[in-house]
């Protein structure tokens, strides 16, 4: 004969695992990333001879400092495989609350040092680049790019997010 406690416990251990099988168990919360990147244009195509400004902001979801941000923007091997395909970056700017400013990093290709100095928690910087497409350019397609991105933070933490495929980043050239 089983004693009561024994039958409970027995009930309670088939509830708990019926409900973890059918995904009613409660689930726990994710924390955010540390850090978030997304990607925005103005445009979702353009032409030969044609610009697109491609915006990209990061975004400080921890409680610490973000005090150094390393990252590219490369071509997908798609679009670098189109030989009739010609543009470039022409412009780089980053928004501050009073306007934007030119970017003072090393380029469209490594944008770390355009986000400025530090990004306090829960704030976020965005980087402009301006995408010209050449007047002599073949244009029957997407324009593609991604992203890889590295953070350090004044915690002595770090996040690497990347790489960071991004297909909204995708431009139509037609």
């Known amino acids: 004969m089983r004693s009561p406690l024994l039958r409970r416990l027995g009930l309670t251990a088939v509830l708990a695992f019926l409900l973890a099988v059918f995904g009613l168990a409660p689930s726990a919360s994710a924390d955010p990333a540390p850090a978030g ?10 032409t030969p001879g044609g610009s697109v400004k491609l915006s990209m902001t990061i975004t ?3 409680t610490y400092d973000i005090l150094f941000v390393y990252q590219t923007i490369d071509p997908t091997w798609l679009t ?3 030989p009739d395909l010609k543009y470039s970056f022409t412009g780089c700017s980053l928004a ?9 990093g090393t380029g469209p290709s490594n944008l770390g040092g355009n986000y400025g100095a530090t990004i306090p928690p829960g704030q976020s910087r965005t980087v402009t680049l301006t995408l010209q497409v050449a007047a002599d350019s073949g244009c029957n397609g997407n324009i593609g790019f991604y992203s890889y ?10 996040n690497s997010g990347g790489p960071v495929y991004t297909p909204e980043t995708r431009v139509l050239c037609a």
Do not use: M
């Not at 991105?149 to 770090?158: P, W």
């Open 37 to 46: 990147l997304t990607f925005a244009t103005d445009s979702a195509t353009t």
């Open 60 to 62: 400080n979801n921890k």
């Open 80 to 82: 670098t495989q189109r």
């Open 96 to 104: 501050t609350a009073a306007g934007s400013t030119p970017c003072s």
């Open 149 to 158: 991105y590295y953070a350090e933070f004044s915690d002595s933490t770090n």
